[in-house]
């Protein structure tokens, strides 16, 4: 995340240990401020202060909308590249990418940037909780809509993306391959955890997977 105070380190840490090429931009769009003014003036994306605006509908953008965002995407693609950093992919912070209006500039810019991946919408598990049925399968229509769009233009690099919990429900019927989701931290005791808590190393070990088909973007 380019605009946020851990940028340089993890820039650092991914040169010290080698990692260049296996790792994706999580664009941001939703939290602090932007790179680039034109997007920090326009009242669909930012505040007064020109700080970002909590994620929301976007299903369409005017031309200036449109430009302001696809220079900031860019921007962002760039701030990596100039500390020697090329994504493997893209995704996005609170899953902004997947917005119509903003998922198709993200198209245009992966494909001018020749970066190979977007990643999906959630399309396994049971979807959030506490939503009307006919809210769920709206969404799911559209989570659908979404990932034909993107092996459309050949950007969906795995067949299924979702949680750890989400992709225990499919992964014994697919070889296909499967993005997890995992959002990793210290505890207090300096142990690996996802954001649930749970030690993270035996989350995913609980999903039967053999280590040999653990994989990276780079190597889809």
């Not at 369409?60 to 900031?72: C, G, P, V």
């Not at 049925?133 to 969404?139: E, G, R």
């Not at 019927?173 to 993005?179: G, L, R, Y």
């Not at 690996?192 to 039967?208: F, K, M, T």
Request: net charge positive; hydrophobic share 35%.
């Amino acid at each position: 995340m380019v605009n946020m105070p851990g940028f340089e380190e993890a820039c650092e840490l991914a040169h010290r240990h080698d990692l260049q090429g296996k790792i994706g931009l999580h664009l941001n769009l939703t939290a602090g401020r932007p790179l680039t003014s034109a997007i920090a003036s326009s009242m669909r994306f930012c505040d007064a202060e020109g700080c970002w605006r909590p994620r929301h509908r976007v299903l369409k953008l005017n031309h200036e909308e449109d430009r302001a965002l696809e220079t900031e995407i860019a921007a962002q693609i760039d701030a990596c590249q100039r500390r020697g950093i090329t994504p493997t992919h893209l995704d996005s912070h609170h899953h902004m990418h997947t917005e119509w209006g903003v998922s198709t500039v993200v198209i245009r810019v992966a494909r001018l940037y020749k970066i190979p991946g977007i990643r999906l919408a959630i399309n396994c598990g049971e979807g959030r909780r506490g939503i009307s049925k006919l809210h769920h399968n709206f969404a799911r229509c559209y989570w659908l809509l979404h990932n034909a769009r993107l092996r459309s233009y050949g950007l969906a690099r795995t067949r299924y993306f979702g949680g750890v919990a989400d992709v225990g429900r499919v992964v014994e019927k697919t070889s296909a391959d499967i993005e997890v989701m995992v959002h990793p931290s210290l505890n207090s005791q300096g142990q690996l955890v996802d954001s649930d808590g749970h030690d993270l190393e035996s989350h995913i070990r609980a999903l039967g997977l053999p280590a040999k088909v653990l994989e990276s973007y780079a190597g889809l």
